[in-house]
C-alpha cells in the first residue's frame, strides 16, 4: 500500500529508535505533558460546569428568580396580579410568598433563620421544594395549624426531628403586660428538605397566613409575588417591565441581586483556571519545540542524504511538522480519554475518597453546595482538543523551518 514519504518518514522518526534514546525519552515527555494538560483542562471546567449547573438548579430553583414585591410592605388584592402575570410571555409560574427572618430555637440551641411563608400548592410552580423532601411533606404546611419545613443542616444543627416542636422568634417587639418581648410562635415540624446547599442551613418553609399572621399583615395580603421563569437570564428586564404594567404600587428584586455575585464568580473563575491550565498545554508545546530540534541536529545527515535524493525543503518541511503533530495527536487524544473518564466518574470518586477517608472536601457551612458536581459539555471538550493540536501544530514551525534549510552538502562534509 502507498504511504506519502513524509507520513512515513515522520512517524519513524516518532517511534523510539536504538541511535538516540535521549531524543526518544524527550518525545514520551512531551506526550505525557500534552496528555496531562488536556485532562487537567477537560476534568477542571467540567466541574466549574458542574457548579453553574448546581447554582442554576439547587439554588436558584429555591430562591426566587424574581419577585415582585408590595410597595408598602403588603399586596392586596394579589389575585388578579397573579393571574395577569400568568399570561404574561416567558413567565412558567406565579405564587405568593411571605417572609420573615429570625432565629429558631430548640433544645437550647438557636440557629438564625429565614423563614418563607408559602402557599403550598402554588409553590412547586416557582420552587423545587416539594421534590427536595427528604422526610416529611410540603403539603403538610396548613393554614391555622403552625408546622414548619426545615433544611436538612438546620434541622441537625436544632436537634429537631418530625414530631419535634421548635420556637420561631422574630426581631419585633410586643407588648403584653409582663412588658415589652419579642414575638414568639412555638412550630411543630413535619418536613424535612435538603438540597444540598447552603439553603439546608438557614432556609424554613410555613403557611402563608401562618407567616402573615406573625408580621402582622392584613388577612389576605401578602408580601409579594415569586415568579419563575422559562430562561432564568430574562428575570432582571422582564420583571421591571412586568411591574410597571401594574396598576399596585409595586418594587422588583431578582436573583442577580442576590445570588449575581456568586454566578459571575464562577464564570470568572472558569475562565481564569482555563486560562492558567492551558499554560500546561503551552509547557509540553515547548516541549515538543525541543524535542524536534534534537532530532533535527541529530538528523542532518538523514536530512541532506534525502535532499540529495530529491527531497524538496517543502517535503523536509513536511516530515518534521507530521512528527511533531503525531505528538500532539497522540497527546491530545489521550488526554481527552482520561479526561472524559475522570469528568464522568469525579464526584463518585471523591464521594468514595470522603467515605472511607471519613473527610469532607466541601462543607455546606462554607461553600453553597456540599459536593462537587461535574457536568461535561461537548463545546468545551472540542475546543480544549482544537487548541491543543493548534498549539502543538504550531509547535512544529521553527523545527521544521530549520530542517528544510539543512544544506546537504554542509552536512555531509565530516560523514
Keep these: 500500500m502507498f504511504t506519502p514519504l513524509s507520513l512515513f518518514v515522520g512517524w519513524r522518526y516518532t517511534r523510539a529508535n536504538r541511535s538516540n534514546h535521549f531524543i526518544s525519552f524527550i518525545s514520551l515527555v512531551s506526550t505525557l505533558g500534552l496528555m496531562l494538560g488536556v485532562a487537567a483542562l477537560i476534568v477542571v471546567l467540567s466541574v466549574m460546569n458542574g457548579f453553574d449547573r448546581e447554582l ?13 414585591n ?3 410592605g403588603s399586596l392586596s388584592n394579589w389575585q388578579p396580579i397573579r393571574e395577569q402575570l400568568l399570561v ?5 409560574g406565579v ?8 432565629m429558631l430555637t430548640a433544645s437550647g440551641r438557636v440557629q438564625p433563620v429565614l423563614v418563607t411563608g408559602i402557599d403550598a400548592a402554588l409553590e412547586a410552580t416557582v420552587s423545587i421544594a416539594a421534590n427536595q423532601m427528604k422526610q416529611g411533606d410540603l403539603n403538610s404546611l396548613k393554614a391555622g395549624e403552625y ?5 436538612e443542616l438546620l434541622a441537625r444543627f436544632l436537634g429537631a426531628n418530625l ?3 421548635v420556637n420561631l422568634v422574630l426581631p419585633e417587639a410586643s407588648v403584653s403586660v409582663a412588658g415589652i418581648v419579642p414575638r414568639m410562635k412555638r412550630f411543630t415540624v413535619t418536613g424535612i428538605f435538603s438540597v444540598g446547599a447552603e439553603l439546608d442551613a438557614n432556609l424554613a418553609y410555613v403557611d402563608i397566613a401562618d407567616a402573615a399572621r406573625l408580621k402582622r399583615i392584613p388577612t389576605g395580603e401578602i408580601e409579594g409575588l415569586r415568579l419563575k421563569f422559562a430562561n432564568l437570564f430574562d428575570a432582571p428586564n422582564t420583571v421591571v417591565s412586568l411591574a410597571r404594567q ?13 445570588h449575581g455575585n456568586l454566578f459571575q464568580a464562577i464564570q470568572l473563575e472558569k475562565r481564569m483556571i482555563g486560562l492558567l491550565l492551558f499554560l500546561i498545554v503551552f509547557v509540553a508545546a515547548f516541549n515538543i519545540v525541543s524535542t524536534l530540534v534534537m532530532v533535527v541536529t541529530d538528523k542532518q545527515s538523514d536530512i541532506a542524504i534525502l535532499r540529495t535524493l530529491g527531497a524538496t525543503p517543502g517535503r523536509i518541511l513536511r516530515i518534521f511538522m507530521i512528527q511533531g503533530s503525531l505528538i500532539g495527536f497522540i497527546g491530545t487524544l489521550l488526554g481527552a480519554l482520561l479526561g472524559v473518564l475522570l469528568a464522568l466518574t469525579v464526584s463518585d470518586l471523591v464521594a468514595w475518597i470522603e467515605s472511607v477517608f471519613g473527610i469532607q472536601f466541601l462543607s455546606a457551612d462554607v461553600y453553597f453546595i456540599s459536593y462537587l458536581p461535574s457536568e461535561l ?5 472540542l475546543l480544549i482538543i482544537a487548541v491543543s493540536l493548534g498549539i502543538s501544530l504550531l509547535a512544529t514551525l521553527y523545527p521544521a523551518w530549520r530542517a528544510a534549510r539543512v544544506e546537504p552538502a554542509e552536512a555531509l562534509r565530516y560523514e
Design 56 to 68: 442554576k438548579e439547587r439554588i436558584l430553583g429555591m430562591v426566587p428568580q424574581a419577585s415582585i
Design 70 to 72: 408590595g410597595y408598602d
Design 88 to 92: 404574561a410571555k416567558g413567565v412558567e
Design 95 to 102: 405564587a405568593p410568598f411571605v417572609q420573615a427572618q429570625g
Design 147 to 151: 408546622n414548619i419545613v426545615l433544611g
Design 163 to 165: 414530631g419535634d416542636k
Design 246 to 258: 401594574l396598576d399596585a404600587r409595586v418594587y422588583t428584586s431578582d436573583w442577580t441581586r442576590t
Design 377 to 381: 459539555q461537548m463545546g468545551d471538550l
